[in-house]
Every structure is written in structure tokens, then in C-alpha cells.
């Protein structure tokens, strides 16, 4: 296989590409905004199992959910999948965010001798749309890889199912954990944006240094993609997640938008207002080539149904797009403005 061949030798995407409109049905995408993070010594499963939402036992050989970290205040500070790796576990976060992250967990396993965590430099996430690269990639049927988190140990690394767009759209990830390269179609490379167009219209929540910190997991929605394990014992802010979950505290969740017309992408942190009230924060943003941009934004449930708009885009209303699963929460909500 030639360089050209090679995914990971390609030139990176960049942040300022825009996505395509509808998203393409097939290809691929380097995702150069993630790295991979290995964990491995004696001392994996209890380490993790006190720092993040998800229960090291359901992390497994074929099964692979997400899972937060968060403060004591119980507010979330990594946003992540777990992969089991033979003894190990592989963890995805986001580059401008892994070394405070990384610092931080560091500061626990120190009581874990003989236990680590590093970034792994062969390390790569590559993010496919539609099913024909998966197929390729595992040479097989996907029969195996029906839900989200369904993982198959490949030559290259581990191919996993994640959660489709509203639209339907199958979307898988690659987590290269090695020097063996996989043989994708360069013709069917794709900006890494459309990427990114993806994880919105998945509902898939992402975390900056603007908001982390900023919001409890279940304002993320992460509760409904699998990465809050309710069950478990105590781990840092279990209490404040537990307690909004069985109490019925959630106020505000994490919704899907549209502007028709946007002169550019908000960034992360930017205000959703309702008049001239602060309503919900943006999570994420994506500009398309046609002038769209859609966006997830954490919004208060009782403003949701208002004219929303973006701190500094006043003529231009919000229009709220499907996510791919339900957020019962929102008909259980007292209507508050707190």
C-alpha cells in the first residue's frame, strides 16, 4: 500500500472546512481532534471505576459504552469511550483537552501503583460513514456490530458501531491502536467537518475548555447514549448525578438546532438567548457549504418552545432539528426559570 493509500499519512483536515449538505452516504475522516489514551497495570478496573459514570464491568471484550468524568460538584470534565483491550482499557479525548485531563486523573492514580496512563503515539481515530468502509474494514458481515458500542477486535485496531444520526445514518469509528494501517478508499476521504456534521445530528455531546466544567452529564444527554451507569457505586460526583436522576432535577438537557443562514459558526460557550434572557449555552457548531449551521446547545426545558437565537446573532431564529433518541426528562420537568 502506497502513502496515498494511507489515511494516516494524509495531510489533517482543517478545523475551518465545511461540511457537506445532505451528508455524504459513504467515507471516511481521520478525526485529528482526538487522541487515544491507553490505561493499563493492576490497577485499571478500580482506578476507572472510582473516576468515571460507567461500569468497568460493562466495559467488556465486544462491548464498548462511553462514559464521563466529573468534578465532586458532579459537572463533566471528559466526555469518552471505553475499550477493553486485553487487560487494558482505551479511552478517546479530545486533544486541546487531554493533558489537563490526563494531569488531573493522574492526581487518583498515584494511589494505584504500577497502574498508568498515556497517550499512545501509533495511536488514531477514524470516523466512517454508511456501512461500505466498515464492511471493508472487516472483511466480514456486520452482523456482529448491530448497536451502538458493539466492537470488533480487527488487525488494525478495534472497529466500533456508534450511534446513528436522526436521519438514519449507520456511523462507525476505528480505533488504530497499532503500526498496521487501514486500506480506505481515498477517493472517498472526507473533511473532517462532515465528521462533525454527524455528531450533531447523533446528538453526540463534546466538551472545550469554554464548557467543561459547565454542565452535570445528564444536561448532556449522556444518560441516553449509554454512558451513565446508574447502578454503580460511588465514584467522583456520583452523588450530584445520582441525585438529579432519581429526584427528577433535570431542567435543562441537550437539544439539536438550525439557522438557515449564518454569517459563521458560534463557538462553544456562546449564549442561547430567549429576548434578551440567557436560555441554554452552544455545545457544539458546524457551518455547512450551502450557509446553514447546526448546532447542539444545553437549553433550559422550559424555554425551549421560545424564539431562541445566538448571542450575537439577533435577526436569526433557531429551529430545532430531531435527535435519534428520546429525552423523557424533558416531559417530566417542573416548569422552573432556576
Known sequence: MT????????????????????LPETGWAELTNRVLVRISG??????????????????????????????????????????RDEGDILMDLDSGLAESTLTHLR??????????????????????????????LAGQSLSGLEQPGDTLKLAQGHLIRVEPTAEGQSRFELWQ???AKPELDRK???????????EIAAGIASLTEATKEAFVPQMLNW??????????GCYTGQEVIARMHFLGQLKKSLYRFRLEQADGSPEPGTSVLSGERAAGTVVRAVKFHNGACELLAVVRHDAAEAC????????????????????????????TDT
Not at 473516576?51 to 465532586?72: I, N, Y
Not at 437565537?309 to 423523557?328: E, K
Open 107 to 136: 492526581k487518583y492514580l498515584m494511589l494505584f501503583r504500577g497502574t498508568s496512563a498515556d497517550v499512545m503515539d501509533e495511536g488514531r481515530v477514524i470516523g466512517l460513514l454508511g456501512t461500505s468502509a466498515a464492511e471493508t
Open 3 to 22: 502513502d496515498t493509500d494511507n489515511p494516516v499519512s494524509a495531510a489533517t483536515n482543517s478545523a475551518s472546512e465545511l461540511a457537506d449538505t445532505p
Open 188 to 198: 472517498t476521504e472526507l473533511p473532517m467537518a462532515d465528521w462533525h456534521a454527524s
Open 308 to 335: 431562541l437565537t445566538i448571542d450575537g446573532m439577533p435577526n436569526q431564529a433557531l429551529s430545532r432539528l430531531p435527535l435519534p433518541y428520546a429525552v423523557p426528562e424533558r416531559e417530566k420537568s417542573p416548569q
Open 42 to 83: 493492576s490497577g485499571v478496573d478500580k482506578f476507572l471505576q472510582g473516576q468515571f459514570s460507567q461500569h468497568l464491568d460493562e466495559v467488556v471484550t465486544g462491548h464498548s459504552p462511553r462514559a464521563a468524568a466529573a468534578t465532586p460538584k458532579g459537572r463533566a470534565y471528559c466526555l469518552t469511550r471505553m475499550v
Open 223 to 232: 444518560q441516553h447514549v449509554g454512558g451513565v451507569h446508574f447502578k454503580k
Open 177 to 179: 491502536t497499532g503500526e
